[in-house]
């Protein structure tokens, strides 16, 4: 019997949604680079808008850790609040409506850990696996999941480096977003590729990626 051919991961506007987690202002100087992810992050919204890709938002206890940052640009999304360390269960009654859903592509907070002071937020774990939780739950549903991995980040690099080599080793895909921009996007003659071309122009700022996947790091082969 032949092998089952293994998943390309390809993504298309149709059967695709966007997950944005959690970057919420609590976050906003306990996380490494994080204006750089929210900017990358708020590019992919821009992107999924203009190409009609649905998207959901969540809250990680927003009375505690804040409302979403405004330079998201996520006016009009209406955020689901959760205290679970999972979007997934906010989110499965949007995933059960969605019968041709086969991607998702995940940006956000944390890849791996989350400061969350237990005595401030009653309740609470101090640490949870919010991306990495997510993408298994996903993955547990048979969808494909896609890191989009300049629009993700946690306290420290080794653990946002070790949370990415989890949901990889777990059958994730991770891309850079201008990968996956141009995957949706298919076409130089589809007709929002002069609008995005404009959002793609610069790139992506600095996230300290390189500092991770530099050398013969073994957490990614």
């Known amino acids: 019997m032949a092998a089952a051919r293994p998943s390309l991961g390809r993504v298309f506007p149709g059967s695709s949604i966007l997950f944005l987690c959690d970057m919420q202002e609590k ?10 992810i929210v900017s990358v ?6 992107v999924a808008r203009l190409l009609e890709v649905p998207v959901m938002l969540t809250e990680q206890y927003p009375q505690g850790l804040g409302p979403t940052v405004p330079e998201l640009g996520a006016e009009g999304l209406q955020p689901l609040s959760k205290t679970c360390f999972s979007m997934v269960p906010a989110l499965r009654q949007e995933l059960d409506s969605r019968p041709q859903l086969e991607s998702v592509l995940l940006c956000g907070i944390e890849a791996q850990a989350c ?5 401030s937020y009653p309740g609470l774990a101090p640490a ?3 991306l990495q939780n997510t993408t298994l739950d996903l993955l547990d549903r048979g969808l494909q999941v896609h890191v989009v991995v300049d629009a993700c980040s946690s306290r420290s690099q080794v653990d946002r480096l070790v949370a990415l080599a989890r949901m990889r080793q777990s059958g994730a895909f991770l891309s850079t977003s201008e990968g996956l921009i141009l995957q949706l996007v298919g076409d130089a003659a589809n007709p929002k590729f002069k609008e995005i071309q404009k959002l793609i122009k610069e790139p992506a700022p600095d996230s300290g990626l390189l500092g991770l996947f530099q050398g013969q790091n073994p957490l990614l082969h």
């Open 115 to 119: 400061i969350l002071d237990p005595c």
């Open 128 to 130: 949870s696996l919010y």
């Open 41 to 46: 992050a708020a590019r992919m919204l821009r």
């Open 27 to 36: 976050f906003r100087h306990k996380i490494a680079y994080f204006p750089q």
